[in-house]
């Protein structure tokens, strides 16, 4: 099923550009996608989870962005 395709860190990391610290406190803080054990040493993501993710941080800094430029 493509929608529920797995995808390892480092696909993760260039997709969200972030530091794996970074990207570890935010789902630590749950506010980012939770990984996925795939084995005893191996985890991934559900790549949908992490689009929609990403496109849900774009909004908001797009509104950030808006907000500053109207003196707001």
Request: charged share 40%; net charge positive.
């Given at each position: 099923?493509?929608?529920?395709?797995?995808?390892?860190?480092?696909?993760m990391?260039?997709?969200i550009?972030?530091?794996?610290t970074?990207?570890?406190?935010?789902?630590?803080?749950?506010?980012?996608?939770?990984?996925?054990?795939?084995?005893?040493?191996?985890?991934?993501?559900?790549?949908?989870?992490?689009?929609?993710?990403?496109?849900?941080?774009?909004?908001?800094?797009?509104?950030?962005?808006?907000?500053?430029?109207?003196?707001?």
């Open positions: 099923m493509e929608d529920d395709k797995l995808i390892r860190r480092k696909k990391l260039d997709l550009g972030l530091s794996r970074t990207q570890w406190r935010m789902e630590k803080a749950g506010r980012f996608p939770a990984r996925v054990k795939l084995s005893s040493g191996a985890v991934g993501w559900h790549l949908a989870e992490v689009e929609a993710w990403v496109r849900g941080r774009e909004r908001v800094q797009l509104g950030t962005r808006q907000r500053e430029e109207m003196g707001g």
